[in-house]
Every structure is written in C-alpha cells, then in structure tokens.
C-alpha cells in the first residue's frame, strides 16, 4: 500500500465512493463493485452502467492515509491551515458524542506532550 505524501494525488468524489466500497468489502472484482454502484444507480447517485470482465481491485491506500490527505486539504483550503478553526467549525457544526469528546481530548493531550 502506498503511503500519504504531499504529491499524492487527491480522489474524486467519485474516486472517494468507490475506494468506501473496497476499505468496506475488502478486494472486490469489478462485478462486486458493479453490485454496489448498480444500488448507488437505483438511488440516483449514479447515472452511468457498465459491466466488465470480473478484475479484482483494491484501494491503493489506506483509508487512514486517504483520510488524512483530505483533512489536510480541507484544513488549507477551507481553514488556512489553522487546526484550531478547523477544530472550531467541526464541533460548531455538529455535536459530538461524549466517547468523540474524550478522544479529541487524549489526542490533545498526546499532541500537547509530543511538543514538549
């Protein structure tokens, strides 16, 4: 699996549903992904339908990886770089759960040691 980097490319909308499918399913062939985007299309979340010769695909990355490169895209284009308004506007924005709470809570703490 490659790693995040800061020239690593950036997925899609699109590219982020698919690469859900296959961190939830694990390694699919194209006919088990094509099983889901057949939903996402009963939903109308997709328009176009094709089928393939059956591959097997998995995420190049993880979703841990994934997931942090779109947090620190989001923080620069959204927040300037700034985790404290990031941090602002999530919990601004929704509520989160008291487990939610103490874990943003050691994660500050631990951060707050590292910089000692």
């Known amino acids: 699996m ?3 980097g800061p020239d690593s490319p950036r997925p899609t909308d699109a590219e982020l549903e698919i690469l859900t499918v296959l961190w939830s399913v ?3 062939t194209v006919r088990e992904v094509h099983d889901v985007i057949i939903r996402m299309t009963e939903k109308g ?3 176009r339908d094709e089928k393939e010769r ?3 695909y998995r995420p190049a990355k993880l979703r841990d990886c994934t997931r942090l490169q779109l947090a620190g895209d989001l923080l620069e284009r959204a927040f300037n770089g700034s985790a ?3 941090l602002i506007g999530t919990l601004s924005a929704r509520r989160a ?3 939610e709470l103490i874990l943003l809570r050691r994660l500050l703490d ?3 040691g590292n910089r000692r």
């Open 110 to 112: 631990e951060h707050q």
């Open 26 to 28: 694990g390694p699919a």
């Open 97 to 99: 759960s008291a487990k």
């Open 54 to 56: 059956a591959h097997v």
């Open 2 to 4: 490659s790693s995040y």
């Open 45 to 47: 979340l997709l328009l």
């Open 84 to 86: 404290s308004q990031l």
